[in-house]
C-alpha cells in the first residue's frame, strides 16, 4: 500500500484534484449495468436514486438505457465534460481506460476494482502502471479496490451499500471499505451529519494522511473519522494528525492493536501494524481521540458534531428515576467525571416544583413527576450555575414510547376513555419533546455547556435531533453509559486543546 | 429497608406465600380506576390488555365498569376467591383494606402505594404496622413503594409501564422500579425471555435475597439478574447467592459503586451502600458475574439465556468483511480469548468456495460471497474442529438490510429489473436468514458450542431470535464488542464453575 509521490504533484492533486473528486459537476459509470448485484449496478442506481446534484453518464458496449439514462459506449462518446469516473469493470481492462479518461480531461477516477496490489505480484505491478497512467493525465486516482465515496453535499452517494446519510460536520476515511460502510450505515440511523466518507483501498496514490489534509481544509468538516490498520508514513501522519486534532478533533479507531488482530489485518490489507502501545503513545501525545471499538466511533460523533465542547469536568444530572441516578453519578466517577452537591439556592427554587421528599442533591431526581415544566426548570438552574460545566438529563424524552404503549392498551381494553382523548395526549407528548429538545439547544447557546440526553429508549430516531436553523443539536444516548464516556471524552479533549 | 423476620414464618411465606404472588389464579385491584394516567387504570388496563390467563375484579367505590369488567365497592364484595391483590391508594387506607384482604383469605398483596418508610418516621412506623398486620393474616407482602411484578407464565403484567415481554427462563429483582421496568423493556425489544420480575419496594417483608431464593427454585428461571443499591443482610446474601450462581448464572449491577453513586443511593433508596471494593472482591469470590452498566444485563441476559455454555476460550470468527474481523480479534485478544491458526485441512476445505486471495486463516474473510452455503460450511468446519471452544459470526443475518436498500432504490430507479424479481430477492433474503438461524441453532445443539452472531445492523428484531421447538436460540449482537464481552464472560463463568 501507498507508492511513493513525487511532493509537487501532490500538492497539486490535493489543492484541486481531491476537490474535484469530492465535488464533482457530472460523473460516469465504466461498468454501469442493469444485472442486479453487480458493482456497476450498485453504483449506478445508488447514485441515480441518491439525486446526485450533477450529470450521470453510464457508460457500458451493450446496453441503451440504464436507470433511465442513456449508455455511452466509450467515455469519449459523452458529449459533455466529465470531472469524475468511477470504473467497476476488471483490472486488465483498466489501463486502456485511464488512457481514455486522460483524453477526455477527466479529473478523477474512483476504481472500485479489485485484482491491484492486494492479490499479488502482477497486481502490485498493474497498480504501480495505473498510478504512473493517472500521473502523467492528471488524474487523481481513489482506489483501486475501494468500496467508494459518499459527499452528502452534492448528494453524491457511490458505494455498493445504499446507505444516504444526512448532510453534516463529520468526515470518515476507512482503510476499510466493508466496516466504514457500516459505520455510515449506523450514522445515518443515528442522524449523524456527514461532509464527506473515502474508502481509501489500496491507497496507490493517496495515503489516509492525503486525505486527512484535504478533510482539514474543507470548510464542511469540524470532526474527522478514521479507521486505520496501518500507515504507511508514520512520522508525517502523526505530524499531520497532531496538527489537524488542534482544530478539528481526530476520532481514531486502530484495527491490529492486539496480536490476533494484527494477524487479522496482515491479511486484510496485506500490511504490518504497529505495536498497540507506541500508537496509543502517539495517540495520546498527539491528544487524539482513540476509541477501542467502532460502536464508540459514532457516539463520540455524535457528540462532538453536535454539542459545545464543556469547559471542565463537573456534571448535573437530572434524572426521572432514582436508579438510573444512581448508576449514571457511578458511572461519572468511575470515569473521571465529578457530581458536585449543589447549592441551597438551587435546591430551593427546583424543589418548588417537587414533592417535599425528593433527593435534594445532584442528581436531581424529578420522582416520575408530569409537570412538564420541571425538567426544564431544573435543568437551566442547573446550566446558570457556575459551579457545573455539563447536564445530563435522563428519561425526558424516550418516555413517549412508553406513553404510546400505554395508550394503546388503554384503546385496546377501556372504551370509557375517549379515541380522541388518548390522539390528544400522544400529540401532546410528541410536541411536548419537540418542545423540549429546542429548549435544550436553547439552553446550550445561551450557557454554551453541553446537555447530553439519555433516551433510555429506542425510539428509532437516533441520537441526533437537529433543530432548524440552531448551531447545536439535541443528542439522545440510549442508555447513561454512553453520554457519560462521550462527555468524558469531550472533557479530555477540551482540557488538551486548552494546554496548547 | 428491610424489618426483622421471624425465620419461620419467612420460610412459610416463600415456599408458599411467593409463589401464589406470582402464579396467581385472580387478581383484585384496591383503586382501579378509569383516570388515564392514575396508578389504578395503568395497572388495571396493562392486567387487562395483557390477557391475564386469571381472573381480574376492579374494586373502588365508585364506578359500575372498568376496562369492561365489573367493579366492586371493596374486597369482601367480591364473590369469588381472591389470590392476589394490588393497592394504588393512599398509605393511609392501606391498613384498612389489609384487614379486609385478611378475611377474604387473599394470599398475596403488591403495594404499589408510597409514602411508607422511603418517607419519614411517621411512614417508617406505618410500614412496620403494616407488617405486622400481614404477618398475623397470613399474607404476603411485595413492596411497599414498588412498581410491580411480571409473571409472563400466567401473562400477568402488573406495572405501571406496559411492557410485555415474551415468556423465558430470565428472573429480574430490581431495588429501582423504573431503571428494571426500562430493563425489561429493552429484554422485551431483544427478545429475551422473562420467567419473572419483581420490583422489590421497601422490602418490608421481603429482601432480594428472599426474592433470589424463591428464584433459585423456580422451575422456569435459568438466569437471574439482581438490580442491588444495598444490601441488608450481608452475609446471608452473600452465602445464597454464591449457592445459586453454582446452579443459575447470577448477573448483578450494584448501584452506588462509587462516592457519586453512594450519595445517589443515599437519597435513593435511603440506605448506605457498601465499598465498592469489597462488593467487587465478594462477587468474584462468589464467581458472580457483575456488570458496570445496565446494557450489560441485557447482553449477558441474551447470551446466558441462548447459548451453550464454552468449555474454553478459544475463538473461530468467520466474517463477511477483513475489516470487522480484524476489530472482532482485536477485542477478543483484549478480553483474554484467543484466536487460534486453524489447520491446513479446514483452511482447504473452506477455500473450495472462496477466490484464490481469501485470508487461509483465523478469522475467515469470506471477502463479501454471496455463496449462501458459505458462511454455514465454514462456521460448521470451526465447530466441528476440537480446537475451537466457539464461533463469532458476523454480517450475515444482518446483511438482509443492505439487501432492502437496494432493492428499494433499484425498484425506484430502474424499471427494466422487474417488480416479481425483486420481490424474489427480497423473499428468498427472508428465507436464507431464517434457515441460517436455524442451522446455527442445529449446530449449536451438535456440537454444544455457542455461535454468537454480530448483526451489524438495528434490524429491529432483537437480539435474540428464538427457532421452534429448539433448546438454544439464535443470538445475533449489533456490534462485535458486544459479542466479545459476552463470550469472554459466559467463558469465566464456565471456568469458575468448572473450578467448584
Not at 494522511?209 to 508514520?234: A, C
Not at 496482515?266 to 500508537?279: K, P, Q, R, Y
Not at 417537587?354 to 437551566?380: C, H, Q, Y
Request: aromatic residues 6%.
Amino acid at each position: 500500500m501507498g507508492t511513493e509521490v513525487n511532493n509537487s504533484v501532490k500538492e497539486t492533486n490535493q489543492a484541486t484534484g481531491l476537490n474535484a473528486v469530492f465535488n464533482p459537476r457530472s460523473v460516469a459509470i465504466v461498468g454501469a449495468s442493469s444485472t442486479f448485484g453487480k458493482w456497476g449496478q450498485l453504483i449506478t442506481s445508488n447514485i441515480v436514486a441518491g439525486d446526485f446534484r450533477g450529470k450521470v453518464f453510464p457508460v457500458n458496449p451493450k446496453d441503451e438505457l440504464i436507470c433511465g439514462l442513456p449508455v455511452y459506449r466509450r467515455i469519449l462518446d459523452i458529449p459533455e465534460p466529465v470531472d469524475l469516473v468511477f470504473i467497476t469493470t476488471p483490472a486488465k481492462t483498466v489501463t486502456g481506460i485511464l488512457e481514455e479518461c486522460g483524453k477526455k480531461g477527466v479529473k478523477g477516477v474512483v476504481l472500485i476494482t479489485s485484482g491491484f496490489s492486494e492479490t499479488d505480484e502482477a497486481g502490485k505491478e498493474l497498480e504501480r502502471d495505473i498510478v504512473n497512467i493517472c500521473r502523467e493525465k492528471g488524474l487523481t486516482l481513489i482506489g483501486p479496490n475501494t468500496m467508494g465515496i459518499i459527499c452528502p453535499n452534492v448528494s453524491l452517494f457511490a458505494t455498493g451499500s445504499h446507505t444516504r446519510p444526512r448532510k453534516g460536520s463529520v468526515a470518515f476515511v476507512s482503510q476499510s471499505g466493508n466496516l466504514g460502510l457500516q459505520l455510515i450505515h449506523w450514522a445515518e440511523q443515528q442522524g449523524i451529519g456527514v461532509s464527506v466518507f473515502v474508502g481509501s483501498g489500496n491507497e496507490a496514490m493517496f495515503t489516509c494522511t492525503d486525505y486527512l489534509e484535504y478533510m482539514e481544509n474543507d470548510p464542511h468538516t469540524n470532526i474527522i473519522l478514521l479507521y486505520l490498520e496501518s500507515v504507511v508514513d508514520g512520522r508525517h501522519f502523526l505530524e499531520v494528525a497532531r496538527r489537524i486534532n488542534q482544530k478539528k478533533p481526530l476520532i481514531v479507531l486502530k484495527g491490529g492493536r492486539t496480536e490476533a488482530g494484527r494477524i487479522a489485518a496482515l491479511s486484510h490489507t496485506g500490511s504490518m501494524t504497529g505495536e498497540d502501545a507506541v500508537f496509543r503513545a502517539v495517540c495520546h501525545q498527539a491528544g487524539l481521540l482513540d476509541v477501542a471499538v467502532p460502536w464508540e466511533l459514532l457516539d463520540l460523533s455524535a457528540g462532538f458534531s453536535s454539542l459545545p465542547l464543556p469547559k471542565g469536568n463537573r456534571v448535573g444530572i437530572v434524572t426521572l428515576g432514582g436508579g438510573w441516578g444512581v448508576v449514571t453519578a457511578d458511572e461519572c466517577n468511575q470515569r473521571g467525571l465529578v457530581v458536585p452537591d449543589i447549592p441551597g439556592s438551587i435546591i430551593e427554587t427546583i424543589g418548588r416544583y417537587l414533592p417535599p421528599f425528593w433527593s435534594k442533591g445532584n442528581p436531581v431526581d424529578l420522582v416520575g413527576t408530569r409537570d412538564l415544566d420541571v425538567p426544564i426548570v431544573a435543568m437551566e438552574e442547573l446550566l446558570k450555575w457556575e459551579g457545573i460545566d455539563a447536564v445530563i438529563s435522563l428519561g425526558i424524552v424516550g418516555r413517549m414510547e412508553l406513553v404510546r404503549l400505554l395508550t394503546q392498551s388503554t384503546r385496546k381494553v377501556d372504551t370509557s376513555i375517549s379515541s380522541e382523548f388518548l390522539d390528544q395526549i400522544e400529540t401532546l407528548s410528541q410536541e411536548y419533546e419537540k418542545r423540549y429538545i429546542t429548549r435544550i439547544v436553547e439552553l446550550m447557546e445561551t450557557y454554551e455547556k453541553p446537555v447530553l440526553g439519555v433516551s433510555l429508549a429506542n425510539t428509532g430516531e437516533g441520537t441526533v435531533r437537529p433543530v432548524e436553523g440552531k448551531r447545536y443539536s439535541g443528542v439522545f444516548y440510549q442508555t447513561p453509559e454512553n453520554a457519560v464516556n462521550v462527555l468524558s471524552r469531550m472533557v479530555g479533549y477540551g482540557r488538551f486543546i486548552e494546554r496548547k
